[in-house]
Nanobody, 131 residues
């Protein structure tokens, strides 16, 4: 089963930026056959979807709370998926997870924000935004 690793989390002040990365634990394994989603979970709250990126044409979806501030993309080698987070707010504080939906292999425009569709998850990376 695909295993994912997130990196790039940290602590920033309000208005700052961070870029999270998601790669397969097997170095060099491409992720371009998967829909890659980003999710987050704040203490005491349910996990919520942040974004998704399709396997093919780069279709994306974002939660309303992050639209215009967050952008997800792949590198040219299709090995890393990024979540660029700008204009961060204290309410963005959470553990961020990337996840893979294998149905991207048969549907290049699929992009889902439903966590039940994702079968592989990373361990998460902490993002803390201070006011």
């Amino acid at each position: 089963q695909l295993q994912l690793v997130e990196s790039g989390g940290g602590s920033v002040q309000t208005g700052g930026s961070l870029r999270l990365s998601c790669t397969a634990s097997y170095s060099g394994l491409p992720l371009d056959l998967y829909v890659i989603g980003w999710f987050r979970q704040a203490p005491g709250k349910d996990r919520e979807a942040v974004s998704c990126l399709s396997s093919g044409a780069g279709d994306t979806k974002y939660a309303d709370s992050v639209k215009g501030r967050f952008t997800t993309s792949r590198d040219n080698a299709k090995i890393t998926v990024f979540l660029q987070m700008n204009d961060l707010k204290p309410e963005d504080t959470a553990v961020y997870y990337c996840a893979a939906d294998p149905l991207g292999a048969i549907d290049p425009v699929r992009c889902t924000l439903q966590d039940v569709d994702f079968g592989s998850w990373g361990q998460g990376t902490q993002v803390t935004v201070s006011s």
